[in-house]
């Protein structure tokens, strides 16, 4: 099944080009889940075997598509505020929990986050929220976004040709396929824990004070 659903995509990315690979890279920098990884990579690989694409033009296609989609969760958060945002977030896909820990990122790192935050899972797609709601200097979210998005497009890049290498992969092994899914979740994880979880959770001095202030 993924094997169809990434020739599905190669056929489409055949007539689509860059523009469809920034527009998917605008969706999954909104509240769609849709996986970077799941983009980037089979265009670098169709780009490293046919050369109809180049790995510059995927690399800008894809930062110019997270802009975009990030700058629509920027504003979109800005203009209603975080009542709204907090209210009626879990009907698209962003549940109070998730802008919370959001805004801790947020607050923690400061607009150097944003570019952080480009680089690792979960975070990517929702930090344009809590940016949004406290108003976060537009040129700065702009300019760390597309840094911090081309850089991510350029590693996965390079995931692309390593697996367009990979023969028996190509040739839709199974246990090919499942050892390259296998892998990219193992590392995706690791990076989500050590470098998004932790710093994503109330400190408990933080804990403490509201406690306090509740009684």
Wanted: aromatic letters at 10%.
């Amino acid at each position: 099944m993924i094997k169809g659903l990434i020739d599905w995509y190669l056929q489409s990315l055949d007539a689509g080009g860059y523009p469809l690979i920034a527009l998917l890279m605008a969706i999954e920098s909104s509240i769609v889940p849709l996986p970077s990884e799941l983009v980037i990579p089979p265009a670098a690989m169709m780009a490293h075997k046919q050369g109809n694409l180049s790995m510059v033009g995927i690399v800008i296609a894809g930062a110019i598509g997270s802009w975009i989609g990030a700058t629509a969760m920027y504003w979109a958060s800005r203009l209603a505020g975080r009542p709204l945002v907090l209210r009626y977030g879990k009907y698209f896909f962003v549940p109070e929990h998730k802008v919370i820990a959001a805004e801790l990122w947020a607050n923690r790192f400061g607009s150097p986050g944003i570019f952080i935050a480009r680089l690792l899972p979960v975070v990517r797609h929702l930090i344009g929220i809590p940016a949004g709601i406290v108003r976060m200097n537009y040129r700065l979210f702009s300019i760390f976004t597309l840094l911090g998005s081309s850089l991510w497009c350029a590693v996965l890049c390079w995931v692309g040709v390593m697996a367009g290498k990979d023969e028996r992969l190509l040739r839709g092994e199974l246990h090919r396929v499942t050892l390259w899914l296998v892998g990219a979740l193992v590392v995706l994880g690791l990076m989500y824990y050590f470098l998004v979880h932790r710093f994503m959770r109330p400190r408990p001095e933080s804990q403490n004070q509201e406690n306090t202030k509740a009684e």
